[in-house]
């Protein structure tokens, strides 16, 4: 009888013959003159350095960020006329005061450019420290001044729908094309009627097409035209490296709630993605199970409510326990959980991103449950997905 389990995080694993372990860390969360940041990408710590989203750090600081899809560079502008900029790959940053040697060379992940904390305090002229115990980036200005942006960060007031890249369509292998500020109508004449209609966490309504696993794609539709777009199928990607593709409108600003219609929705879309996945690497698809949706809603409940994460539940019980109490009989089984991510496209590109969680994604198992519990904000938000193969 075989056992996995993955948790969010960096990755400690120990293996027996049948019995494999993950445990990790919370996400690591920044805060600007002690004001917490609402940012979509988080910070990682790679080869012990912490790398921080260089878009969300310079805006938040109130400076013109320029986006090279050519060079994938990044240019902050600052409020004093002083500039700095950060390529993909590259230990230099450049500057209006000639080169500057980092520590770490600059990453791009979701489509973002993170760099690492020492090179954002010393363009910033400012004060990064990192808490170990809290996981905590915290960074203070000269005079505390922080960009009327991240003056208030709570999740439910507004906040502005970065741009992931330039490039605002997509493009199918069959030459069907979507794009930011299409038209409803324009939309469906071209992929047909959504099979599934969700709520976005924004308000707005997000068409889902799920009828071809390798075709995956949902798009977010607001007043009559498309606001944005989300794939991780290789149709829509072609022969990209990249695990997920983001379009978004980012003149639009939104509230975010979660309500249970929201959530209703991140559960469904976590099982197309995770499907959309499987199938862009060759799988099959996961069959959907309510039984062990069941099983994993409560326990994102638990957690949520009594305030721990992690797979083995105050009370002892494993995921195995969990499953087997709501009937299932299974001969192998697995579980991922996350908490504090966006949406359902973002913590399934962390799992992505997560040798543990991957390996469950991409495991030989025939079900799967998702189950996700919302406190009504993203980071009281807990994603548990139970993987089984019946015996």
Same mark, same amino acid.
């Given at each position: 009888?075989?056992?996995?389990?993955?948790?969010?995080?960096?990755?400690?694993?120990?293996?027996?013959?049948?019995?494999? +372990?993950?445990?990790?860390? /919370?996400?690591?969360?920044?805060?600007?003159?002690?004001?917490?940041? &609402?940012?979509?990408?988080?910070?990682?710590?790679?080869?012990?350095?912490?790398?921080?989203?260089?878009?969300?750090?310079? %805006?938040?600081?109130?400076?013109?960020?320029?986006?090279?899809? !050519? !060079?994938? %560079?990044?240019?902050?502008?600052? $409020?004093?006329?002083?500039?700095?900029?950060?390529?993909?790959?590259?230990?230099?940053?450049?500057?209006?005061?000639?080169?500057?040697?980092?520590?770490?060379?600059?990453?791009?992940?979701?489509?973002?450019?993170?760099?690492?904390?020492?090179?954002?305090?010393?363009?910033?002229?400012?004060?990064?420290?990192?808490?170990?115990?809290?996981?905590?980036?915290?960074?203070?200005?000269?005079?505390?001044?922080?960009?009327?942006?991240?003056?208030?960060? &709570?999740?439910?007031?507004?906040?502005?729908?970065?741009?992931?890249?330039?490039?605002?369509?997509?493009? /199918?292998? !069959?030459?069907?094309?979507?794009?930011?500020? $299409?038209?409803?109508?324009?939309?469906?004449?071209?992929?047909?009627?959504?099979?599934?209609?969700?709520?976005?966490?924004?308000?707005?309504?997000?068409?889902?097409?799920?009828?071809?696993?390798?075709?995956?794609?949902?798009?977010?539709?607001?007043?009559?035209?498309?606001?944005?777009?989300?794939?991780?199928?290789?149709?829509?990607?072609?022969?990209? /490296?990249?695990?997920?593709?983001?379009?978004?409108?980012?003149?639009?600003?939104?509230?975010?709630?979660? !309500?249970?219609?929201?959530?209703?929705?991140?559960?469904?879309?976590?099982?197309?993605?995770?499907?959309?996945?499987? +199938?862009?690497?060759?799988?099959?698809?996961?069959?959907?199970?309510?039984?062990?949706?069941?099983?994993?809603?409560?326990?994102?409940?638990?957690?949520? &409510?009594?305030?721990?994460?992690?797979?083995? /539940?105050?009370?002892?019980?494993?995921?195995?326990?969990?499953?087997?109490?709501?009937?299932?009989?299974?001969?192998?089984?697995?579980?991922?959980?996350?908490?504090?991510?966006?949406?359902?496209?973002?913590?399934?590109?962390?799992?992505?991103?997560?040798?543990?969680?991957?390996?469950?994604?991409?495991?030989?198992?025939?079900?799967?449950?998702?189950?996700?519990?919302?406190?009504?904000?993203?980071?009281?938000?807990?994603?548990?997905? &139970?993987?089984?193969?019946?015996?």
């Amino acid at each position: 009888m075989k056992k996995y389990i993955a948790i969010l995080g960096s990755i400690i694993i120990a293996c027996t013959s049948s019995y494999s +372990v993950s445990y990790g860390a /919370s996400p690591i969360k920044i805060e600007i003159n002690n004001i917490p940041m &609402n940012i979509e990408v988080a910070p990682e710590i790679v080869n012990g350095r912490t790398m921080v989203p260089f878009r969300s750090i310079f %805006e938040g600081l109130g400076a013109k960020v320029e986006w090279n899809e !050519t !060079t994938r %560079e990044g240019k902050g502008i600052l $409020q004093n006329g002083k500039w700095v900029s950060f390529s993909n790959g590259r230990r230099f940053a450049n500057s209006n005061k000639g080169s500057i040697e980092i520590d770490s060379p600059a990453i791009i992940r979701n489509g973002r450019l993170l760099i690492p904390v020492k090179a954002a305090s010393e363009a910033l002229g400012a004060d990064i420290s990192w808490n170990q115990s809290k996981r905590l980036v915290s960074i203070v200005t000269p005079n505390n001044q922080t960009a009327p942006a991240f003056k208030s960060l &709570n999740p439910r007031e507004t906040t502005q729908t970065p741009a992931l890249s330039p490039e605002k369509s997509l493009v /199918s292998s !069959t030459g069907k094309t979507v794009f930011i500020g $299409q038209s409803k109508s324009d939309l469906i004449s071209v992929l047909g009627s959504p099979n599934r209609i969700d709520t976005s966490e924004k308000g707005y309504e997000v068409y889902i097409y799920n009828s071809d696993y390798s075709k995956y794609i949902q798009l977010g539709v607001h007043n009559g035209n498309v606001i944005e777009i989300y794939t991780n199928a290789k149709d829509w990607m072609g022969d990209s /490296s990249k695990i997920g593709v983001k379009l978004s409108d980012d003149s639009k600003s939104f509230n975010r709630a979660y !309500t249970q219609n929201v959530i209703n929705g991140f559960e469904r879309q976590v099982f197309d993605l995770t499907n959309s996945y499987r +199938v862009s690497n060759g799988l099959k698809p996961f069959e959907y199970c309510e039984t062990a949706s069941t099983a994993s809603r409560l326990h994102s409940l638990d957690m949520a &409510n009594l305030k721990y994460f992690s797979h083995t /539940s105050l009370s002892g019980t494993e995921p195995w326990d969990r499953m087997a109490l709501q009937g299932i009989r299974y001969s192998s089984a697995g579980e991922n959980l996350a908490m504090g991510q966006q949406n359902a496209a973002d913590v399934v590109e962390a799992w992505i991103n997560s040798s543990g969680h991957r390996k469950n994604l991409l495991g030989d198992f025939k079900a799967l449950g998702v189950g996700i519990y919302s406190q009504g904000n993203a980071s009281g938000t807990y994603y548990t997905q &139970n993987f089984y193969t019946a015996r």
